[in-house]
Structure formats: C-alpha cells, structure tokens
C-alpha cells in the first residue's frame, strides 16, 4: 500500500463554507413591480418575456424599485435585453424560476449571444431563492450544433450565455442558482464594481463551453462564498481585468480557475492584481491555471494563488505558454509576459502531474514563487507523471516542496532575464 502523506489538519484551506441563509430583505418602503401584475402567466409555458420588460420599464424609472419573479411559478423568457441606465438601487428580485427556450431553434438568430443581457446598468442587484435554467442540452449534442449551424449559417461556437452584463458598474449578484446555459452562465464584460456573493452554478462535466463565471475588460471584481460546477473553467478571468478578488469558492467539476487563454491572433492582453485564495477544487482538470496564445503579446503581473485545497485534481498548478485548442499550433516567438506569480499552501492530490510550468522559450516567466507546495498522487493506481515539469521559469522556491521536484523547478534570475520579461510586457500594458 502506498503511504500516503500526513498534512497537519491546521495546513488545510477549509473547503466553500455552506451557503448563507437568505433573508429576502429589500427597503420595506420599496416599490414591487411583480410580473404578475404585468401580464406574465407563470406557467412555464406561456411566452413572458414582454410581461418581464414592461416590469422592468417601469420599475426603470422608480429610486428603490424592486421587479419581483415571485415564487411557485415558471416564466418561460426568450432572449432579451433589460437595459438602463436606470434609476439607483433598482433590484431584481428572483424567487421563482426563469427558464430560456428549451429548443435551440426557438432561439431567434438576435439571441445568440446571450439569453438574459443587462446593458448599462449602475447600482444594481439580483438576488432571490429562485434559479435560471438556460435549459442549454439542446446546444451541446451534435444534433442542436447541425440545426443551428443550418439554420442560421452562423459559428457553431457561438452558444447564447445566461447572464451577461455589458458595460455596468456597481453590481451585485447574490443567492440565486444559475444551472445548464448553452455556453457560460454568467459573464461580465467593460464592467466594473462587481461583487458575486452566495451562489450556485450547475451543469454537467460534459456539457462544453460552459465557464461559471467569465470576466472580460472588467476591473474591481470580489466573487466569494459561492459553488460552482460546470464543463469549463469555474471562473475565467479574460484581457483587461484588474484587481479581482476571487475567495472560500468550492469548484468542481470543472477546468479550475484559470487566466487566459490570452493573447489569441496576435492580440494584446493585460492582466493584473489578481488574487485567488481559499478555494476547494474536486476532480477537476486543472487547479490554478494561466495559459496565453503562442505570438501575443502584453502582461500578466501580480497574481496570487493561496490556500488551494486540490483533492483528485488532474494539474494542481499550470503556466502554459504554449496554449492550443487544436491537434496542431504553429510556433510563434513573441508572447504574452507572466511575472510576479505567487503560489503559496497549494495542497491535496493530483492525478496526472503535480505541477506544469511551461514558459514560452524567448519570453520567461519571472519573479515566480512556490511556497509550501504539497503534492501526492491520488491513488494507489496512479499513472501519471510524479515529477514537475519545468521550462524557462524564474523564481524562488521555499519548504515545504512535495514532490521534491518541485525544489529544482526554478532558475535563479539575472538582469538580463528581467529585462526581456519588461520589454515585451511595457510597450502593450498600462504601468
């Protein structure tokens, strides 16, 4: 029998504490736009959407209102969009539940990009005991993927997300269960001032596509105390994201939380001040992961990973320079500068490599750290690689370090190391 190693209980990050209890609570003195009131039936069958945009119309135009989903009833939404700017402290109250179109060819060709799009919003919230269903099976089999692609003649890539923000600041979103979008479930895009508290994504492992929460051109972001479970990354963090805190979140399954891919077609992207602590991922397929596009160019800096509890994992710890999505990607030279990456209490089970540092040959990675870093295969039927690969990485390790490979992993930096990381990343990033 294999010995398995003994983690002293008080070095393990707790897992995503339970969910917190919900108290529905708005301003008594606020004003309720029920979609009862506005036509809606509920009953899961009938097309609400119209009911759902006269609330929201109204309630627009009111400090304080509040646009109820009330519970014990099915609304059945097609793909809209809920538009401000609004007046302040509007909420959308979802305690029933939302369903999308469960047929992709009732989605029309407008909708395709998103189900629910809120575009322009400032200080407001969605909160509630309810959930959104994107009802999203119809997408992920090849036979959704054929009537769509003949229909409209458009990228079978392009599945609707559930919620999307566009161009919104000031935002909450708490309590509610997003589960099963055609793609990802809930995206933010040039938004910023985001706080995700208490929620619940689900879609099955092999439902592809389906990131939980996906952040592009969004800055000042806090995502916390929440579940995640779907067919990708649980939370993906894109180009021009800035100070994102992301904390006690429980993820699997799932690709982990990732970086990137960045850098994509040449393009620039920059990324910076991110922290991703206390986190818990199960048999999922990485654990912390930032992986960028061959030829890019631009900068990931300031990135922290701490008290990251792995449990089956296949890569606990990834830096892939070399990023493809398919069988075969040309070589290019320039990339995307990774420096100042911290990993610190990295602990649990892998299943195929400890960790991957695979750094692009002509820009390094520097001032990498691996602190505490504590690593065990699986199981007794292990058979995967039990050494870390290292390529062209910069930075100091620190003990503990299990597998002792990871000891040997980074090299000793000089000037001339840092000066190539700087001259790439300076001239496509903000300082």
Same mark, same amino acid.
């Given at each position: 029998?294999?010995?398995?190693?003994?983690?002293?209980?008080?070095?393990?990050?707790?897992?995503?504490?339970?969910?917190?209890?919900?108290?529905?609570?708005?301003?008594?003195?606020?004003?309720?736009?029920?979609?009862?009131?506005? /036509?809606?039936?509920?009953?899961?069958?009938?097309?609400?959407?119209?009911?759902?945009?006269?609330?929201? !119309?109204?309630?627009?135009?009111?400090?304080?209102?509040?646009?109820?989903?009330?519970?014990?009833?099915?609304?059945?939404?097609?793909?809209?969009?809920?538009?401000?700017?609004?007046?302040?402290?509007?909420?959308?109250?979802? =305690?029933?539940?939302?369903?999308?179109?469960?047929?992709?060819?009732?989605?029309?060709?407008?909708?395709?990009?998103?189900?629910?799009?809120?575009?322009?919003?400032?200080?407001?919230?969605?909160?509630?005991?309810?959930?959104?269903? /994107?009802?999203?099976?119809?997408?992920?089999?090849?036979?959704?993927?054929?009537?769509?692609?003949?229909?409209?003649?458009?990228?079978?890539?392009? !599945?609707?997300?559930?919620?999307?923000?566009?161009?919104?600041?000031?935002?909450?979103?708490?309590?509610?269960?997003?589960?099963?979008?055609?793609?990802?479930?809930?995206?933010?895009?040039?938004?910023?001032?985001?706080?995700?508290?208490?929620?619940?994504?689900?879609?099955?492992?092999?439902?592809?596509?389906?990131?939980?929460?996906?952040?592009?051109?969004?800055?000042?972001?806090?995502?916390?105390?929440?579940?995640?479970?779907?067919? =990708?990354?649980?939370?993906?963090?894109?180009?021009?994201? @800035?100070?994102?805190?992301?904390?006690?979140?429980?993820?699997?399954?799932?690709?982990?939380?990732?970086? /990137?891919?960045?850098?994509?077609?040449? @393009?620039?992207?920059?990324?910076?001040?991110?922290?991703?602590?206390?986190?818990?991922?199960?048999?999922?397929?990485?654990?912390?992961?930032?992986?960028?596009?061959?030829?890019?160019?631009?900068?990931?800096?300031?990135?922290?990973?701490?008290?990251?509890?792995?449990?089956?994992?296949?890569?606990?710890?990834?830096? =892939?320079?070399?990023?493809?999505?398919?069988?075969?990607?040309?070589?290019?030279?320039?990339?995307?500068?990774?420096?100042?990456? !911290?990993? =610190?209490?990295?602990?649990?089970?892998?299943?195929?490599?400890?960790?991957?540092?695979?750094?692009?040959?002509?820009?390094?990675?520097?001032?990498?750290?691996?602190?505490?870093?504590?690593?065990?295969?699986?199981?007794?039927?292990?058979? /995967?690689?039990?050494?870390?690969?290292?390529?062209?990485?910069?930075?100091?390790?620190?003990?503990?370090?299990?597998?002792?490979?990871?000891?040997?992993?980074?090299?000793?930096?000089?000037?001339?190391?840092?000066?190539?990381?700087?001259?790439?990343?300076?001239?496509?990033?903000?300082?």
């Amino acid at each position: 029998m294999a010995t398995m190693l003994q983690i002293p209980a008080e070095n393990i990050p707790a897992p995503a504490p339970a969910p917190l209890p919900y108290h529905g609570s708005y301003p008594a003195r606020s004003i309720i736009f029920d979609v009862l009131s506005f /036509g809606a039936k509920g009953d899961g069958v009938s097309d609400d959407s119209k009911a759902l945009l006269a609330a929201w !119309k109204a309630a627009c135009k009111v400090s304080g209102a509040v646009v109820e989903i009330p519970a014990k009833f099915e609304f059945l939404i097609k793909p809209i969009t809920l538009q401000g700017p609004c007046m302040p402290h509007l909420v959308l109250e979802i =305690d029933g539940i939302l369903l999308a179109p469960p047929q992709a060819g009732a989605w029309p060709k407008s909708g395709l990009f998103q189900w629910l799009n809120f575009k322009w919003v400032h200080d407001f919230t969605i909160q509630g005991t309810g959930k959104l269903d /994107g009802q999203g099976s119809a997408w992920w089999g090849p036979s959704g993927v054929y009537y769509i692609q003949k229909r409209f003649k458009h990228n079978p890539d392009m !599945k609707p997300t559930a919620l999307r923000f566009y161009d919104s600041h000031n935002v909450t979103v708490r309590d509610i269960k997003i589960m099963n979008s055609p793609q990802c479930h809930l995206k933010f895009d040039s938004s910023s001032g985001i706080e995700v508290n208490n929620i619940t994504i689900n879609s099955p492992e092999s439902s592809p596509n389906t990131d939980g929460i996906h952040l592009q051109n969004t800055k000042d972001v806090e995502i916390q105390h929440s579940n995640i479970g779907c067919g =990708d990354d649980c939370v993906s963090i894109q180009t021009g994201c @800035s100070n994102i805190h992301v904390h006690h979140i429980s993820c699997g399954p799932g690709h982990g939380i990732s970086l /990137g891919g960045l850098g994509k077609d040449k @393009s620039a992207a920059c990324v910076s001040d991110i922290v991703v602590e206390k986190i818990s991922l199960q048999n999922t397929l990485s654990g912390v992961r930032i992986k960028t596009w061959q030829g890019g160019v631009g900068s990931v800096k300031n990135v922290t990973f701490s008290n990251i509890e792995v449990s089956d994992v296949k890569y606990p710890v990834i830096i =892939d320079q070399f990023y493809c999505d398919k069988k075969i990607c040309k070589n290019q030279t320039d990339a995307v500068a990774i420096s100042g990456v !911290k990993y =610190d209490r990295i602990i649990g089970s892998y299943s195929v490599q400890p960790l991957h540092l695979a750094c692009s040959n002509d820009v390094p990675c520097t001032d990498v750290d691996l602190i505490d870093i504590q690593l065990k295969p699986s199981s007794d039927g292990f058979r /995967g690689f039990r050494q870390a690969l290292c390529w062209n990485s910069y930075g100091k390790s620190q003990a503990p370090l299990l597998p002792s490979s990871i000891d040997y992993c980074l090299r000793s930096e000089s000037g001339s190391v840092k000066r190539i990381a700087r001259s790439h990343a300076e001239h496509s990033c903000p300082s």
